[in-house]
């Protein structure tokens, strides 16, 4: 068994060859960043046509750092879902031409799911069941993962998602696409922390967030004086700040509850050091065990696609090989690992 995986849901081409007994043989990574900084964002049609200008000859380099050939190949795993529609039908459209020439099976598999069960790919994985804290550009869910395509929604945003928040206010603060990691960056230039900054949802009972008035506060914080660089770095550190401390106040809500003894944080924003650091600190403080992903495969990869992909294919799950792709797609709506899809 050896499963190629291919990711591009949105601004970056990941593949990689995962196989079950000996790991991850290579995975790639061929980031955008380029092709949408001009525009602050990304423009769909142009990450469409970078991931078709990417992709094939992408993959011909990840078999070749693992030391494999097409024929090798026993499955292939691509994101299906959730993101933008004409990015998913280049992957979906490779994956199914390459798996209907080899005549091998071709799943489509759930973004999210992908992201949560990257920590598996990690020296201490963590063990069913579990609570995951999904936090990427698009979502923020709290999910209780009993098993593999066994998943129950406990809270989720009614608004933005944390990335968005962390975009939205980067942008503002004068910083390019992509903002995140930038305005983390600008964050550490601060000492200090303005108190004022909320902590959305928190002073009431449930797991929903909300990070819309967080990043409003943080705009017209901008707006209401001449913004210095001590100022740039004061609102990002205050900005990341209130996102960490309201991250951490829910998961410690939701391992309370569930009772649940491992949380997995995984999505782009979970390669944020400070939010590493607050939910770390939960570990010690409730008993339980806490698992990210290596930083390179918090944000979007190939990787995880082929593990999540690996395991449903190897337990039998694959469809016709059709171009199927879903932009939205309700995590709860994933089937469980012994289904056929379609
Ligand atoms: O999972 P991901 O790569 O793509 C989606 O599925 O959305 O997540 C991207 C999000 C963006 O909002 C990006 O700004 C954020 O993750 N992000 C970060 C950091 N690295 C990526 N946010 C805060 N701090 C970071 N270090
Ligand atoms: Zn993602």
Redesign the pocket.
Known sequence: MCILGIET??D?TGVAVYHPERGLLSHLLHSQIRVHRDYGGVVPELASRDHLRQLTPLIEHCLKQASITKTDLTGIAYTAGPGLMGALLVGAAEAVAMAWALDIPVLGVH?LEG?LLAPMLEPDPPQFPFLALLI????TQLVAVNAIGDYRLLGETLDDAA??A??KTAKALGLSY????K??KLADASDAIDPNFPRPMTDRPGLDFSFSGLKTFALNTIQKEPLTDSRRALIARSLQEAVADTLAIKCRRALKQTGLKSLVVA???S???R?REKLSALGPDLGVKIHFPRLEF???NGAMIAYAGCQRIQAGQFQEPIIFARPRWPLAEVVPITTKTR
């Open positions: 849901s949105c970056d973004h992201h990427s550009g698009g979502h990335g968005e962390f975009d992509p903002g995140g990691p305005l983390a999505g782009g924003v390669a944020n050091h939010i918090c944000t979007d």
